[in-house]
């Protein structure tokens, strides 16, 4: 099957195991094995193929802090990178994101939009917080994966497996007792987090409560070498991460009513923010015209928060009746918002909408406004004769002389003084150039500043002093404020795009046991409804930022048109040079609200004929329907131009002149965004049978094999159904025709234990069918007279693909086999896969290069890598827990191979290697040069640009119990400072769009997705 050979180590395990077993005089028929370093057992028999359960125990043991952790000494399975936006979901068996199932307590969590199409457009870009909400660690009773096919437990989604997570319950602590309360502190180097938890939980006669609080403040994770590179290189080039400061704070309470011991009502509230501030230092976008040459930094500001809250009522009844064992009725609903805002603008003293070289200050120490320069001293005027007239002059306390770019004069009639933020009381030092007799003066001047109120809001003003001139008008003194010459204000183009996801859900679960004959048999079975609304929300515009005191206390006194002599009326709205304050378009969208609804049946029998035959049948059966509900004139707009000729042409009567100009405001224009709206929002319902079929065989005492065949499905999202976009260079068409995707998985394991120790090995094949991406369609015309054509993309179903591989998974608890070494335990883990994408024919993407490129036929005809497979990995474990689990130390030594070059894949291959295109200027075919990355190398065919080097990481960690109820943990990671890169970061890295990016052409910025270098976790916890 594949070049894999097994582990020196794993070779020990099994043979430790069955020796023993063959060689014990007395070897009891065992069903429970001792998890190190966790109170509880795990039962053999009742463990599933393809299924690993995690519990809090081990989870604080080892320090985990968030969903990275949790698979940190886990192989098969990884958390999708994202960026700054941090992790977005898991990847297993070849797929990742919404094709692997997350659930937090029965609930599904929120989607990405996973449209190609969206993440090309918008991703990429850094305006959209697409990623998957994670979950407080804290709050975790257990966690159990399943990689394979998992539609029976996550419905929809669970292609490449499922990620389950049950939180901690009031119950879970009050064994034997009627309260507990811990408080745990806990930090770690790699991103300066510290962590503060507190746990309480109580019983009084029939209630019981819990409440779990969580705070964890944090900055950016630090790459190997972060102190060494230089903080002021910013854009792709920059090589230590981006600076950002990242809090949590959860709050899990859980409230419990047991009338009786047969009934229990019981409300929960989960709610928890994720925050994080900083700056895109590498976004490669650098709006370099707002800056001189010497600003550093600060032009980009992020504000992502992801926040989640789940409310849920549950009834348990525990009456045994003839239909169940245990009955539970739950409602919950669940709200997630995903916010994405960026900032752009200049933000430091260096911007040259902000530039005051001269230092000016504003200074009322003695009692008059008055101007200093950057030594502390006054700066003072004159006139000087230029020609035919006087000009101003101004040199600084030094006597140097202020140049004519370094300030500027403002009329006092067009400035207000904000009586808000100086004191009107005082005197204002002003320049008068000439007084009301015309007479020359050019110098300051101290003058009283009366006040006015006008909308309840206090305006200063240096009143002018003037006389009637001999024409029946009057003649004015010429007084100026002196300013910096700078507008004292920057411009923030903002982005505020929100994703939101509510979902209400009602469960109804049964299990009920019993014998029938010889067979016995665990029933389990139920049903749910639930309803998902999925919408987008955006705003964006355009605000003041980084604004300095001459912006800050003046006012516009804009002249009122058509008033005679000139009248000025305050605007507050408006900067002092009287541009708007700000500017914001109403909500918009790039998303059709949709509504998922989702009914589902499901029925499970897990029953053995004899005391070593068992049987594992479970069906389940969903339907799903999406129901596109957009009003136009009533949801956030979704921008006319995205909508108009899409599926059907704009007519011709809504072209204003040339081609490609319309009315937008035509009736005939409004009717065809209408009409195509009618055409996209088509309800569509997916139908789906799952099933999990198990065989379970215990021929001894000490081997037990387990085949299992599962499926499982994904219903298109709405966003890959019904998203469009139109612009002359990238256009999307919605397909409401897109078909589930599938996936089939066949797996046998063979399992020998002997008391607290296993070995586990397992071989899997997992069939995908109708994968969903975005395939070019070629230019579409777009109205009526086709007299514009667009280039047309849209989202189609691809043909198949494959994953098989074997898997390994050992515990060998040494005191089973010599006493004197009771304590002492080893633990192995491995995962081999491989898979490619299969399709009957090249993709439409690829239609214009073999045009002109037909040798490439080949190149496009292979089987494509599947970059959600990780590298071959490996874990071993070795660790020590002295009696009654005082102390105890663990090494992990995680081992993964290189990603190699075939099995990886680079989606932009066709547009980076050496071919014939044509001129899109001239029409004439020309040949296009390869792109050259990393330095010196040529793109010549489909490998990814940047793959992890093998690489070995080890870790330490210890615990001590000096009493009873307190833990000391603590850990030293990548013990032997290795620097490394993982797959999943480097696939992270993108070749268009803004963020994620480095110089492709050099490889400069790529340090910045290392992992970080030796660093540090400790914890303390205290119980009672």
């Known amino acids: 099957m594949t070049n894999f050979r097994l582990n020196l180590l794993a070779y020990s395990v099994m043979l430790g195991l069955t020796t ?61 990178e994202t960026g700054r936006t941090g992790a977005s979901g898991y990847a297993v068996r070849g797929v990742d994101e919404n094709r692997v199932g997350i659930m937090v307590d029965g609930l599904r969590q929120a989607e990405t939009l996973s449209s190609q199409a969206f993440k090309e457009l918008f991703e990429g870009y850094g305006n959209f917080n697409n990623t998957r909400n994670d979950v407080e660690i804290e709050n975790v009773k257990t966690a159990t994966i399943t990689k394979g096919a998992d539609s029976l437990k996550s419905g929809s989604g669970a292609l490449g497996g499922s990620v389950i997570f049950d939180t901690k319950d009031a119950r879970d602590y009050l064994i034997g007792k009627d309260h507990y309360f811990s408080v745990k502190r806990a930090t770690q180097s790699m991103n300066s987090q510290d962590t503060m938890s507190l746990t309480a939980a109580g019983r009084y006669k029939g209630f019981d409560a819990l409440i779990v609080h969580t705070e964890r403040n944090s900055n950016e994770m630090k790459n190997y070498g972060y102190e060494s590179y230089d903080d002021k290189v910013v854009g792709i080039k920059r090589e230590k991460t981006d600076p950002y400061s990242i809090s949590r704070n959860s709050t899990l309470v859980k409230l419990g009513f047991e009338p009786t011991e047969n009934h229990r009502f019981s409300v929960a509230v989960d709610k928890s923010t994720l925050k994080t501030d900083g700056q895109d230092l590498s976004y490669s976008l650098r709006p370099s015209s707002y800056v001189n040459t010497e600003t550093s930094q600060g032009e980009r500001l992020i504000h992502d928060k992801s926040k989640r809250e789940n409310i849920q009522f549950s009834y348990e009844n525990f009456t045994q009746t003839p239909f169940w064992d245990h009955f539970k009725l739950t409602y919950s609903s669940q709200k997630i918002k995903n916010k994405a805002r960026s900032d752009e603008y200049c933000n430091n003293t260096n911007c040259i909408d902000v530039d005051n070289k001269q230092g000016l200050k504003l200074d009322s120490s003695d009692g008059t406004y008055k101007i200093k320069d950057k030594w502390g001293g006054y700066i003072t005027g004159k006139g000087v004769e230029a020609g035919w007239s006087t000009e101003s002059a101004y040199t600084d306390s030094h006597g140097n ?136 929300v955006n705003k964006e515009g355009y605000k003041g930022a980084n604004v300095q005191w001459w912006a800050d206390n003046f006012i516009c006194n804009e002249p009122i048109s058509g008033t005679f002599p000139v009248q000025y009326t305050p605007y507050p709205n408006k900067w002092p040079g009287c541009q708007p304050k ?15 609804k989702n009914h589902a049946f499901y029925l499970g029998d897990n029953f053995t004929v004899t005391n070593w035959l068992g049987f594992d049948l479970n069906y389940r059966y969903d339907n799903v329907r999406h129901l596109p509900h957009y009003r136009l004139g009533q949801d956030p707009e979704i921008p006319r131009g995205l909508l108009a000729g899409t599926m059907i042409p704009i007519p011709d009567s809504a072209l204003t002149g040339g081609n490609g100009w319309y009315n937008y405001n035509h009736a005939d224009y409004i009717k065809n965004v209408q009409d195509n709206l009618n055409a996209i929002q088509k309800s569509t319902a997916f139908k789906h049978h799952s099933y999990n079929l198990g065989l379970n065989l215990d021929p001894t005492d000490w081997l037990r094999i387990q085949f299992k065949y599962s499926n499982g499905f994904r219903a298109p999202t709405p966003d890959e159904m019904y998203i469009t976009f139109k612009h002359p260079q990238f256009s999307l068409l919605p397909n409401t025709n897109l078909k589930e995707e599938k996936a089939k998985t066949k797996e046998i ?79 192995y883990k491995l995962t081999y896969q491989k898979g490619r994408i299969k399709d009957s024919k090249p993709l439409e993407g690829y239609k214009k290069l073999l045009e002109h490129n037909p040798k490439y036929m080949n190149m496009a005809l292979q089987d494509q890598p599947m970059n959600a497979l990780q590298p071959t990995t490996s874990v071993y474990n070795l660790g020590y827990d002295s009696p009654n689990k005082i102390w105890g130390l663990d090494f992990y030594i995680t081992d993964v191979s290189a990603k190699k070059a075939k099995d990886s894949f680079n989606p932009q291959w066709h547009s980076m290697i050496e071919r014939q295109a044509e001129n899109i200027n001239t029409g004439a075919i020309e040949t296009v040069p390869a792109k050259t990355v990393n330095g010196n190398e040529k793109v010549i065919d489909r490998r990814a640009l940047w793959r992890n080097k093998h690489y070995t990481v080890i870790d330490a960690i210890a615990y001590w119990k000096p009493i009873k109820n307190l833990t000391f943990t603590a850990g030293v990671y990548n013990l032997t400072n290795q620097k490394y890169l993982t797959w999943e970061s480097a696939r992270s890295i993108r070749t268009i769009g803004t963020i994620n990016r480095i110089d492709t052409e050099t490889g400069i910025g790529l340090n910045r997705f290392y992992a970080p270098g030796r660093n540090y976790r400790a914890s303390i916890q205290l119980e009672f």
């Open 749 to 827: 394991a063979f399992t020998f234990y002997r008391e607290r120790s296993y070995f586990t090995t397992n071989l899997f094949q997992t069939d995908y069918k109708n994968f969903i991406d975005l395939a070019y369609l070629g230019e579409r015309p777009i109205d009526q007279s086709k007299s514009s054509y667009y280039p047309f993309y849209q989202s189609l179903n691809r043909d198949k693909a494959k994953v098989n591989g074997i898997e390994i998974s050992t515990h060998l608890e040494i005191g089973d086999l010599i006493e004197k070494l009771e304590g002492f335990h080893l633990g």
């Open 20 to 80: 023993g077993a063959v060689y014990a005089n007395e070897l009891e028929q065992l069903q429970e094995i001792n998890v190190s370093g966790n109170t509880e057992t795990v039962n053999v028999k009742e463990k599933k193929v393809g299924e690993t359960q995690i519990t809090a125990k081990k989870l604080s043991k080892q320090q985990a802090s968030d969903s990275r952790d949790l698979v940190r000494y886990e192989t098969g399975i990884t958390v999708v």
């Open 582 to 596: 700000e500017s914001a378009a109403g909500s918009s969208s790039y998303l059709i609200p949709v509504k998922t």
């Open 401 to 536: 002389k202020i140049s004519g770019f370094d300030y500027r004069e403002v009329s006092t009639e067009h400035l207000l003084l904000d009586c808000s933020k100086l004191d009107c009381s005082k005197k204002y030092q002003v320049f008068i150039k000439n007084d009301e007799n015309y007479t020359e003066k050019y110098l300051f001047e101290p003058r009283d500043i009366q006040t006015k109120s006008i909308n309840g809001k206090t305006y200063g003003y240096i009143p002018t002093k003037s006389i009637p001139n001999s024409w029946g008008g009057v003649q004015s003194e010429e007084a100026f404020y002196v300013l910096p010459h700078s507008r004292g204000y920057s411009n923030n183009y903002y982005n505020d795009r929100d994703l939101n996801t509510n979902t209400k859900q009602l469960n109804f679960d049964f299990d009920k046991s019993f014998s029938l004959g010889k067979t016995n048999h665990s029933v389990q079975y139920g049903g749910l409804y639930s309803e998902t609304e999925k919408n987008m």
